[in-house]
C-alpha cells in the first residue's frame, strides 16, 4: 500500500509529463498543425535529449565495485526493498558483473 500512495521512481512525474506533452500536442492540432509534422519533431528533441545526457553522463570505471554497489543502494532507495538495499545491492552488482 506504500508504493500505491508514493513509489518514489519517478512513475508519477513521468505520467504528468506524458500528459502535459498529449496536452501540448493536442493544442497543436488543433492550430492546424500535422501531426506527422509534430511527430518529427518530437524525435528531434529526443536526439537533443539524448545528446544533452550523453554530456552529463559521468563514465563508470567497472573495476570500481563501491561505486557500482552505491549506484545500485541508491536506485533502490525508492523502492519498497529499500530496506534490504544493504544486502541487495552488492548481490545486484556481483550478478551484473558475472555476465558482463
Known amino acids: 500500500k506504500a508504493q500505491d500512495i508514493e513509489?518514489?521512481?519517478?512513475?508519477?512525474?513521468?505520467v504528468v509529463l506524458a500528459g502535459a506533452l498529449l496536452n501540448s500536442?493536442?493544442?497543436?492540432?488543433?492550430?492546424?498543425?500535422?501531426?506527422?509534422?509534430?511527430?518529427?519533431n518530437f524525435g528531434k528533441a529526443a536526439v537533443k535529449a539524448v545528446e544533452i545526457l550523453e554530456k552529463m553522463?559521468?563514465?563508470?570505471?567497472?573495476?570500481?565495485?563501491g561505486s557500482l554497489v552505491k549506484a545500485c543502494t541508491t536506485s533502490l532507495s525508492s523502492k519498497v526493498v529499500s530496506q534490504y538495499s544493504d544486502f541487495l545491492s552488492p548481490l545486484s552488482v556481483d550478478a551484473v558483473l558475472s555476465i558482463i
Open 57 to 65: 553522463a559521468i563514465p563508470v570505471d567497472l573495476e570500481d565495485k
Open 25 to 40: 500536442c493536442q493544442n497543436l492540432l488543433s492550430k492546424g498543425i500535422h501531426a506527422t509534422s509534430i511527430s518529427e
Open 7 to 14: 513509489a518514489g521512481d519517478g512513475t508519477t512525474s513521468v
